[in-house]
């Protein structure tokens, strides 16, 4: 990490928070070539910033020190990667975030914590810098009201490791200007991101169907229905390299909305029909006839779609995740007895 003249070279980006989140976002801004300000708000005595800083320095060289050791990347741009990261301390804040274009607030989860980095946040950034908040728990019309100029503000979800995970979750307020969210999703493409847009619904996109995913394992577990390294292997070469080379509504599709029906049906009354009720637009396009590709309607819309080459790159993009988990094995060309 490097401490440069704010003053004559503000970085373009800040992440407010210097712990795991932020050291991650940090990263991934920093990996593709920018200098981002690492902001700590707290007032901290000397020792105890001289030891925060080593912290995050220890953590973000091993971050990198891993990579080198899988191959991924040259280890001769590691300390080219860390000099884009500023750190920056409490007294030196204000220079950091007036000259961001996006500040990435990242401090701890509770409302208190945000509406102090907030009220800072808006009365030095400038008043065209996008905000984002990386909380996991907290909506985005709740925090939209301790924001300067909520129109420019929403709710953004990294995975973990920030840096390495390519899905960036964009939380939307009915405030939130479009050309606000354009110019964050143009953003995070440039750095190699893929962001996915929901509403203020809780939990996100991948944090709510993680938590059912996981549950229902560990029920499967408590059940005695199979031990948890036969889950662990199904779920992560059947349903992870199912649902790699397909969406989840993709799959619905392709498969039938009528199998999903009738499974959810069956699981309902064998299991729990508290756990597997059928939503309700499932009963409605079961209704409407419409069952996905074989009908040319479900979820997506398949009427103009070439069947066939639909299913081939499917199948495609299906034997792709095979080989890359090193799963694929061809036709044996001699017959056994």
């Known amino acids: 990490m490097t401490t440069p003249d704010l003053d004559t070279q503000p970085p373009r980006y800040a992440t407010v928070g210097a712990g795991r989140m932020g050291r991650g976002i940090a990263l991934a ?31 973000l060289r091993a971050s990198l020190a891993a990579l080198v050791e899988l191959g991924a990347i040259d280890a001769q741009l590691t300390e080219a990667v860390l000099a884009r990261i500023v750190w920056t301390p409490e007294g030196r804040a204000d220079q950091a ?35 984002a908040s990386t909380t996991s728990s907290i909506s985005v019309d709740r925090l939209a009201a301790m924001v300067r100029g909520p129109e420019r503000f929403l709710n953004m979800h990294w995975l973990n490791p920030a840096y390495l995970m390519p899905v960036v979750e964009l939380s ?15 953003l995070l493409e440039s750095i190699g991101k893929l962001p996915v847009v929901c509403g203020a619904a809780p939990g996100y996109i991948v944090p709510r169907l993680q ?79 419409e069952l996905g590709l074989k009908t040319g309607r479900g979820f997506y819309d398949h009427a103009s779609r070439d069947g066939r ?25 001699d017959t056994l007895g």
């Open 29 to 59: 801004f920093a990996w593709a070539g920018h200098c981002i300000a690492l902001v700590d708000l707290r007032r901290r005595e000397a020792q105890a910033l001289q030891a925060l800083r080593a912290e995050v320095d220890a953590e």
């Open 97 to 131: 975030l007036a000259g961001a274009e996006l500040v990435l607030e990242g401090v701890t989860e509770t409302l208190e914590a945000k509406r102090e980095a907030f009220e800072r946040i808006g009365r030095c950034c400038g008043a065209d810098a996008l905000v």
């Open 172 to 186: 939307v307020h009915a405030g939130t200007d479009a050309g606000a969210l354009a110019r964050t999703r143009e």
């Open 211 to 289: 938590a059912l995913i996981m549950n229902e394992a560990a029920r499967m577990v408590e059940e005695g229905a199979a031990s948890a390294e036969d889950i662990d292997r199904a779920t992560r070469f059947g349903l992870g390299l199912r649902f790699a080379a397909l969406g989840v509504l993709e799959f619905v599709d392709f498969g039938g909305v009528d199998i999903l029906y009738h499974a959810s049906r069956e699981l309902g009354e064998s299991v729990s029909a508290q756990r597997y009720v059928t939503p309700e637009v499932i009963r409605a396009m079961m209704q409407r006839g």
């Open 309 to 333: 080459a639909y299913r081939l790159d499917v199948l495609r993009r299906s034997l792709e995740m095979l080989r890359h988990a090193r799963l694929w094995h061809p036709p044996s060309p």
